[in-house]
């Protein structure tokens, strides 16, 4: 398989190695960045001699498209990815369950896909796999589910520096708040696509669905007292006037980390983890989905697709 790196940032660079542990050829790489034009992946510590170029001029059979967490903002690449012929699999948050902010940009992308014959998918670690993915996967020992709560909980210091940079770390609040506001950081994203990847994997139609986060100020540490230590953001489901769905993701400094995924229903499971590596983990989720997305019939897909499991709400 001969695969392009688009977006040569952290996340982009750990996709490389991935692709070269798991013996999937890259062709070349693709950023705007003026100081990594003309480089090679090697020089970043990469066993490749791909190029990086500031335009998609490579053929091959997947696009790992790494550039934005919107796809409004990120849709120009991939109708570009699209037309050229390659099949796409994204980090973006919002493309992981695209059709609940843009319906009709979503409508619009499988169709193009499907004209050329491609297929489209948006995963990661979160959201993509811990929090919905997996969640689906430990459903899968009960026939009827009640309720689900599911918590990530990480140090935020041991993630990249942009993240830390969207989530606020060592600012104050107030300018993290207007940061917010004025659209300059996100914070998390992707909390609404994981209670819809849910919901769809598991055959319940929410009444609605909530989502929020809240700042979180240090009380001493590696983090000045009452800086912004992180953030800790939520999504919800309910149905017949009651929450059916929660997912919570903290990201906060030096927390302790893991993942619990509580289920009700009739075969009651509780399971928690030590903590998952983020980033690693969003690289690896990736690049172990591309073989099946290349061999997917054509078109936009998301992770619902892909799991095996249908367990069923009662709700």
Not at 43 to 61: M, N, Q, R, V, Y
């Amino acid at each position: 398989m001969d695969a392009v790196i688009y977006g040569f940032g952290p996340i982009g660079r750990l996709i490389a190695e991935c692709c070269v542990k798991k013996g999937i050829n890259v062709v070349g790489a693709v950023d705007i960045n003026p100081n990594l034009i003309g480089k090679r992946l090697s020089d970043f510590g990469i066993d490749s001699s791909a190029e990086i170029s500031s335009k998609l001029d490579f053929e091959g059979d997947v696009v790992f498209l790494s550039t934005g967490s919107f796809v409004d903002g990120i849709y120009p690449q991939i109708e570009d990815c699209i037309k050229r012929g390659f099949n796409i699999v994204s980090t973006c948050e919002t493309l992981s369950y695209p059709y609940y902010r843009y319906p009709e940009l979503s409508e619009k992308i499988d169709a193009l896909a499907k004209e050329y014959g491609v297929t489209v998918l948006g995963s990661g670690i979160n959201p993509g796999f811990l929090l919905d993915s997996l969640v689906v996967v430990l459903s899968a020992s009960c026939t009827e589910v009640n309720q689900i709560r599911a918590i990530r909980k990480i140090d935020a210091l041991k993630r990249r520096e942009p993240f830390q940079k969207k989530i606020g770390i060592g600012k104050d609040k107030e300018e993290v708040e207007r940061l917010l506001s004025d659209g300059r950081i996100s914070g998390h994203v992707g909390y609404a696509e994981s209670i819809m990847l849910l919901c769809t994997s598991m055959g319940v139609r929410p009444e609605k669905i909530e989502e929020g986060q809240k700042i979180v100020l240090s009380e001493g540490g590696k983090i000045e007292k009452g800086k912004v230590a992180g953030m800790i953001g939520w999504g919800s489901a309910f149905a017949n006037g009651k929450e059916i769905i929660r997912i919570e993701f903290h990201a906060v400094a030096e927390a302790e980390e893991y993942e619990e995924v509580e289920i009700k229903g009739d075969n009651e499971i509780r399971w928690r983890s030590t903590g998952t590596k983020g980033d690693l983990g969003t690289a690896s989720v990736i690049v172990n989905l591309s073989e099946r997305v290349v061999a997917h019939e054509a078109g936009l897909i998301t992770m619902a697709d892909l799991i095996p499991f249908r367990p069923s709400f009662k709700v």
